[in-house]
């Protein structure tokens, strides 16, 4: 059972002239991550006047907000009765993401290398990977990106020391203790080990990204030809 939240050491601060930042922690850590989203998910429910939205990070929520409608010290009041330490861990609409994933050659060519690098077999490099679930920590870098942790500590690679100036969509890459899904072509550093042809973000829909903060992601080997199946329209 995870101890409970002492709402007295939250810190809230000013961030520019229209933001509050609700900063839970210092440390990436599922349990702070959790009490983010159930802090957001509180904070959507209660439809305060003059919010216009909020952001989770690992261990910080921005809150945006009017201050034309509501001022910063009445904000933080607000926000400081929404973190209660029986509801802080519990957010809502969180999901069970699987991403399908072709591992090594041509769509994931730093596989070999992180897996000979690591003294493993390329098998046993994608058994690892894909045997556990991720935590979405936050979407950030690019719309869609999700980062997601932990990653297991037989995987755990630095960045390149010189990063590629095309990384192609779909791309599942892997940097520290996370690992991350390239939405869109884009330069990037972290090592890529695989490609989805899951489309990630999609800025004409609803929700436009398929993975959210707090959701469980679970990447799921599949060959080429399903990859092609997939990737079909």
């Not at 409608?69 to 904000?75: G, K, R, T, V």
């Not at 957010?91 to 993401?97: F, S």
């Not at 020391?161 to 990384?167: D, F, I, K, L, N």
Request: net charge negative; aromatic share 8%.
């Amino acid at each position: 059972m995870e101890p409970l939240i002492d709402i007295h050491t939250l810190r809230y601060s000013p961030d520019g002239d229209a933001a509050v930042r609700v900063e839970f922690g210092h440390a990436i850590d599922p349990r702070v991550n959790r009490r983010v989203h159930g802090f957001c998910a509180a904070l959507a429910d209660a439809d305060i006047d003059g919010v216009l939205e909020f952001v989770p990070a690992y261990a910080v929520a921005t809150v945006y907000y009017n201050p034309v409608e509501i001022e910063y010290d009445a904000l933080v009041d607000r926000l400081s009765e929404l973190v209660q330490p029986d509801t802080a861990a519990t957010a809502r609409g969180v999901a069970v993401v699987e991403v399908p994933v072709v591992y090594g050659g041509e769509f994931g060519p730093d596989l070999a290398r992180v897996a000979q690098t690591r003294g493993l077999t390329v098998e046993m490099a994608v058994a690892l990977h894909s045997r556990r679930d991720y935590l979405c920590y936050m979407i950030g870098f690019m719309p869609g990106f999700p980062y997601l942790g932990e990653l297991p500590a037989e995987l755990r690679m630095p960045r390149l020391e010189t990063p590629r100036t095309r990384v192609p969509a779909g791309s599942v890459a892997i940097a520290d203790a996370q690992t991350g899904i390239y939405p869109g072509e884009t330069p990037g550093g972290w090592n890529i080990i695989g490609r989805t042809p899951m489309q990630l973000f999609d800025p004409k829909a609803s929700v436009p990204s398929v993975i959210r903060p707090g959701d469980t992601v679970r990447f799921v080997p599949i060959d080429e030809m399903e990859f092609a199946r997939l990737a079909t329209p």
